[in-house]
Nanobody
Framework: QVQLVESGGGLVQAGGSLRLSCGVS????????FDWYRQAPGKQRELVAT???????NYGDFVKGRFTISRDNAKNTLYLQMNSLKPEDTAVYYC??????????WGQGTQVTVSS
């Protein structure tokens, strides 16, 4: 079992920055990657960024160099640094760990609102 707790969301003006954090606790056995997803109202949940246990990162096309995913292994914390935020980035952001194609754990989500 893995527990995930996000923090760092809030209201920011377009062009601003936010850093999301996700505390990870519990059994780390079998984790393949640490991920950030988001879900905007009326839209499907989409992958924002992922970092494998080996450190390989991948991003959604819409990120385009604006976001950076990272991990602090000593603190068991996952981060998402978001710069040049746009109103269309408004969503609930979820932390997720991937165990397999069929198994993963979700955090409760943190709201990010970008005003124009």
């Amino acid at each position: 079992q893995v527990q995930l707790v996000e923090s760092g969301g809030g209201l920011v003006q377009a062009g601003g920055s936010l850093r999301l954090s996700c505390g990870v606790s519990g059994s780390m056995f079998g984790i393949k990657s640490f991920d950030w997803y988001r879900q905007a109202p009326g839209k499907q949940r989409e992958l924002v960024a992922t970092i494998s246990t080996g450190g390989t990162t991948n991003y959604g096309d819409f990120v385009k160099g604006r976001f950076t995913i990272s991990r602090d292994n000593a603190k068991n914390t996952l981060y998402l640094q978001m710069n040049s935020l746009k109103p269309e980035d408004t969503a609930v952001y979820y932390c997720h760990v991937t165990i397999s194609v069929y198994v993963g754990y979700w955090g409760q989500g943190t709201q990010v609102t970008v005003s124009s």
